[in-house]
């Protein structure tokens, strides 16, 4: 079952920008310690991107995209946010939102909840 939806991928050309969104479908699946956000292209293993806390004071982003992505939320709304810019080919992957249940929020294995990915395809 599916209770968070990403939504904003596309097929982009290098240096273009995207905003991706990820809404919840009940509060309970939002109101977690950590939102996260994290991709996986073919053949490769599934990538930390980026993660932030409720009330945002605290943010954290991958080594490989902290120059060119942000992440924010909107609680009103239970919504939170993956703003990509200087989007690059490497970037090319399916983007998947998640609720941290407990644990390291660099690690898949701490999220509970996942949504469904959005795909995101550079061209060079």
């Known amino acids: 079952q599916v209770q968070l939806g990403e939504s904003g991928g596309g097929l982009v050309q290098a240096g273009d920008s995207l905003r991706l969104s990820c809404a919840a479908s009940?509060?309970?699946?939002?109101?977690?310690?950590?939102m996260g956000w994290f991709r996986q292209s073919p053949g490769k293993e599934r990538e930390f991107v980026a993660a932030?806390?409720?009330?945002?004071?605290?943010?954290y982003v991958a080594d490989s995209v902290k120059d060119r992505f942000t992440i924010s939320r909107d609680n009103a709304k239970n919504t939170v946010y993956l703003q990509m810019n200087s989007l690059k080919p490497e970037d090319t992957a399916v983007y998947y939102c998640?609720?941290?249940?407990?644990?390291?929020?660099?690690?898949?294995?701490?999220?509970?909840?996942w949504g469904q990915g959005t795909q995101v395809s550079v061209s060079s």
């Open positions: 998640a609720s941290e249940n407990s644990g390291n929020y660099a690690s898949a294995d701490s999220y509970e909840y």
């Open positions: 009940r509060r309970p699946f939002f109101s977690r310690p950590l």
């Open positions: 932030i806390s409720w009330n945002s004071d605290r943010k």
